[in-house]
T-cell receptor
Framework: AQSVSQHNHHVILSEAASLELGCNYS??????LFWYVQYPGQHLQLLLK??????LVKGIKGFEAEFIKSKFSFNLRKPSVQWSDTAEYFC??????????FGSGTKLNVKP | DADVTQTPRNRITKTGKRIMLECSQT?????MYWYRQDPGLGLRLIYY???????NKGEISDGYSVSRQAQAKFSLSLESAIPNQTALYFC???????????????FGPGTRLTVL
């Protein structure tokens, strides 16, 4: 079955550390890829998305993600995290334009 | 004003009761979605609607029904609520994606539902 995997459920970092959150999806043809963020007590908002073209996608707040088709991955990165990045991060994938799945989420806790 | 609103924001109900959650949007989007969020499971799609006459089941539609009353309104009903439907429910909207694909979704603030 098609699915989205986020293997890191909880990540704790100190400010200024680099971040990489993993996202893998199962094979399913044409995919569109998304990363959403949910700050404490708030609703989800889009960080970045990939539809086609340059596999390195830049989003808001200094985040970026790289689509590696051969690895079925779309990992999220940030060179230097801030305390305000404390949130839950969700990867999401659409398959062939008619199926859509979120990953289980990764909680990021940034220590000041 | 918020682009996507949900009512109620919190609801406590008893097993067997019928519950309706409502969603309204002012973004002018054709596509609307209902998700539930459970700790450790992320968001799971319950139903989605690509226009007023188009309703589709998502990943976990059993026990739920929906109604798309207008482009701007999409309601979710629990005909007979049960405790394992206790969750945070989100409505979302999007416009038409590239080549028919799924585009960025805009989420409402959520409804926290507790079924006792």
């Amino acid at each position: 079955a098609q699915s989205v995997s986020q293997h890191n459920h909880h990540v704790i970092l100190s400010e200024a550390a680099s971040l990489e959150l993993g996202c893998n999806y199962s094979y399913g043809g044409t995919v569109n890829l998304f990363w959403y963020v949910q700050y404490p007590g708030q609703h989800l908002q889009l960080l970045l998305k990939y539809f086609s073209g340059d596999p390195l996608v830049k989003g808001i707040k200094g985040f970026e993600a790289e689509f590696i088709k051969s690895k079925f991955s779309f990992n999220l990165r940030k060179p230097s995290v801030q305390w305000s990045d404390t949130a839950e991060y969700f990867c999401a994938v659409s398959y062939n334009f008619n199926k859509f799945y979120f990953g289980s989420g990764t909680k990021l806790n940034v220590k000041p | 004003d918020a682009d996507v609103t949900q009512t109620p924001r919190n609801r406590i109900t008893k097993t067997g009761k019928r519950i309706m959650l409502e969603c309204s949007q002012t973004k002018g989007h054709d596509r609307m979605y209902w998700y539930r969020q459970d700790p450790g499971l992320g968001l799971r799609l319950i139903y989605y609607s690509f226009d007023v006459k188009d309703i589709n089941k998502g990943e976990i539609s059993d026990g739920y029904s929906v109604s798309r009353q207008a482009q701007a309104k999409f309601s979710l009903s629990l005909e007979s609520a049960i405790p394992n439907q206790t969750a945070l429910y989100f409505c979302a909207t999007s416009d038409f994606g590239l080549a028919g694909g799924w585009n960025e979704q805009f989420f409402g603030p959520g409804t926290r539902l507790t079924v006792l």
